[in-house]
């Protein structure tokens, strides 16, 4: 009776966390294609020069607001989580309205189906798998921060073969990660440890780092399979 229990509980809590991402994900692609097909809108972001201050808002803001969600989790109420997790998904569309003029259409939606599958397995491995993945996870962290220091780094040499390389560790990366985040997510669940508002937010900064997962899998298999114009 106790593990049926248990078992619903796992189960509910995967799901909720999973509906939470896909309404995120669905936010940040109809804010990207509205941004993107309408020129006025990307204009707002632009001057002369390049990007103003508006538009380095909007590249910066996702980051700022990573680190207060992080920081305040526990002190931040349900509703100020809600809003930042909605506003975050509009700010991230807004940013990744760039690609449509970057990318093909039809590359987009291929590499997006290309990652959607991946993703699926890899969550599938980490939902099922027997095999404790924590011990991954630092590993994982480490290797992050590396590829971002490297791509700091690549911002300056502008070095196409340390870009290539970038790029194929990252889809390692954020493969390893999705299985990593899910298993997390199901021992969460499993555990029970919360309820109320606790566990609402614990729910919405899981979905948050699904998200990201996936993001940044896209983004990096963007640059192997995304067609430019």
């Not at 020129?39 to 990573?66: D, H, K, Q, R, Y």
Request: hydrophobic share 55%; glycine share 6%; net charge positive.
């Amino acid at each position: 009776m106790n593990y049926t229990k248990t078992t619903a509980t796992e189960s509910s809590f995967v799901s909720t966390v999973f509906l939470w991402m896909f309404a995120a994900l669905g936010i940040t692609a109809l804010t990207a294609y509205l941004f993107a097909s309408t020129p006025s809108l990307m204009m707002m972001m632009f001057s002369e020069t390049g990007l103003n201050i508006f538009g380095w808002i909007v590249m910066l803001a996702p980051i700022i607001i990573v680190f207060v969600m992080s920081a305040r989790v526990n002190k931040m109420s349900v509703q100020t989580m809600t809003m930042l997790y909605i506003v975050y998904s509009i700010l991230m569309g807004m940013s990744l309205s760039f690609i449509f003029l970057a990318y093909t259409s039809a590359s987009i939606m291929k590499t997006f189906a290309i990652c959607s599958a991946m993703f699926g397995i890899m969550a599938l491995v980490g939902y099922t798998t027997k095999t404790d993945l924590t011990k991954f996870g630092g590993i994982l962290m480490m290797a992050l921060i590396g590829i971002i220091v490297a791509s700091l780094v690549n911002f300056f040499m502008h070095s196409e073969r340390l870009e290539y390389i970038i790029s194929f560790v990252g889809v390692l990366i954020f493969t390893g990660l999705t299985a990593y985040d899910v298993q997390k997510i199901k021992e969460i669940g499993n555990n029970g440890i919360a309820q109320g508002d606790t566990m609402a937010k614990i729910t919405i900064f899981a979905a948050l780092s699904l998200y990201l997962d996936f993001i940044n899998l896209f983004l990096y298999l963007l640059r192997f399979f995304g067609k430019r114009n």
